[in-house]
């Protein structure tokens, strides 16, 4: 099994918002959602549904941002 740094798409009310992405990155995002589907008890996973959790993750362990937002 490969170990993601995103565990389970999490089930929320949706915000819809639009951005353009180049395409490499939505190829990858398209074969991460397909990785993140293979888990134990996994469905299939919309692929724009990963961009939260990852911002979310992205930002939770940026440090400098951590340590910037304490400042303010």
Do not use: W
């Not at 915000?15 to 353009?20: A, F, I």
């Not at 990858?28 to 996994?42: M, N, S």
């Amino acid at each position: 099994m490969t170990k993601l740094k995103l565990g389970p798409i999490e089930d929320d009310k949706p915000v819809k918002v639009t951005l353009e992405l180049p395409a490499g990155l939505h190829r990858d995002f398209v074969a991460y959602a397909e990785i993140l589907g293979r888990g134990p008890g996994q469905a299939p996973t919309d692929p724009t549904r990963l961009i939260v959790p990852m911002l979310e993750r992205f930002m939770a362990t940026d440090r400098g941002f951590a340590k910037a937002r304490k400042i303010n």
